[in-house]
């Protein structure tokens, strides 16, 4: 049977049919804190606090007599204080002047002491293993790692050389895009040299402009050209294959980007409110 003051209240206070806030109002104690004396967790309580002072106006709340408290007290010290009989006589001369008690305890502990001195031990024993081998291994990897960086330098020499002459040699096959500024406003001359295919892609797209008209010679438009408004804002040309040059002809020049072989033309340069027109050379 659970005889303890927690227990003891809580009934009581079910039996009241009151809820912890309920009791909180009555005895200004806050909810936390009667739900750790209903648990017996006195610890919990604030420290410059007795818990008696708190238990009492709980017990008060809900109906619970202080010689109820006394007497709960009374029963949970005997359960947590049981009485110790003395040992034989046996027992009693292996002590001799010493208490009870004391004996009792040296007894008891005993063992696990030695027990937990023994594994304490052999940590130790196994940390110094450890740090020994540790010692050991970064010795030889610091020797190790003198070598390989003296034949490492010569191989990363080796590597940037390559590096550099490949990188020359992708530099020289890449697509490039050369603009001549314009000198009259509306004639802009390009070079494009080591397009990426046969069939160079020009795309014209409206970039704030509400519509242009452009056309593309030597290309898969025909005369006519196409006009670019809300409903379709780019349109990619191709250039026939073998096509060495191409004139593109944009109806409105400013807020209109161009594309030749995915590389951005720059169309600062023209400055007319009329039509311009984009000379392209091809060079392989």
């Known amino acids: 049977m659970n005889t303890s003051i927690g227990h003891i209240l809580r009934q009581a206070r079910i039996a009241k049919k009151m809820t912890l806030e309920d009791v909180e109002e009555v005895t200004s104690i806050e909810t936390p804190y009667l739900l750790a004396i209903e648990l017996d967790n006195y610890?919990?309580?604030?420290?410059?606090?007795?818990?008696?002072?708190?238990?009492?106006?709980?017990?008060?709340?809900?109906?619970?007599?202080?010689?109820?408290?006394?007497?709960?007290?009374?029963?949970?010290?005997?359960?947590?204080?049981?009485?110790?009989?003395?040992?034989?006589?046996?027992?009693?001369?292996?002590?001799?002047h010493q208490s009870v008690r004391s004996y009792r305890r040296q007894k008891v502990y005993f063992l696990p002491l030695l027990y937990i001195s023994l594994v304490a031990l052999?940590?130790?024993?196994?940390?110094?293993?450890?740090?020994?081998?540790?010692?050991?291994?970064?010795?030889?990897?610091?020797?190790?790692?003198?070598?390989?960086t003296v034949v490492n330098s010569s191989s990363s020499e080796t590597a940037s050389s390559s590096s550099e002459v490949s990188s020359s040699s992708?530099?020289?096959t890449k697509p490039k895009l050369t603009v001549q500024k314009s000198s009259d406003g509306y004639n802009l001359a390009v070079t494009l040299t080591n397009p990426s295919s046969t069939g160079i892609p020009v795309i014209v797209s409206l970039s704030g402009a509400t519509s242009s008209w452009f056309s593309v010679t030597n290309s898969d438009l025909d005369d006519s050209g196409v006009t670019l408004n809300s409903s379709r804002t780019n349109y990619t040309a191709t250039l026939t294959d073998g096509a060495t040059s191409s004139v593109i002809t944009l109806g409105v020049t400013k807020d209109v980007t161009v594309f030749i072989d995915n590389q951005v033309v720059?169309?600062?340069?023209?400055?007319?409110?009329?039509?311009?027109?984009?000379?392209?050379t091809i060079e392989e």
């Open 170 to 172: 992708e530099d020289s």
């Open 122 to 148: 052999a940590i130790l024993v196994f940390i110094g293993y450890i740090v020994t081998k540790q010692l050991e291994f970064e010795s030889q990897s610091q020797t190790a790692q003198s070598s390989y």
């Open 43 to 96: 610890s919990a309580l604030p420290e410059d606090i007795l818990p008696s002072e708190y238990v009492t106006r709980y017990a008060d709340a809900v109906g619970v007599k202080e010689s109820d408290l006394k007497r709960v007290r009374s029963e949970q010290d005997k359960l947590d204080n049981p009485k110790v009989e003395l040992p034989n006589e046996h027992y009693r001369r292996a002590k001799g």
């Open 266 to 280: 720059d169309l600062s340069s023209l400055t007319s409110d009329g039509i311009s027109y984009i000379t392209l």
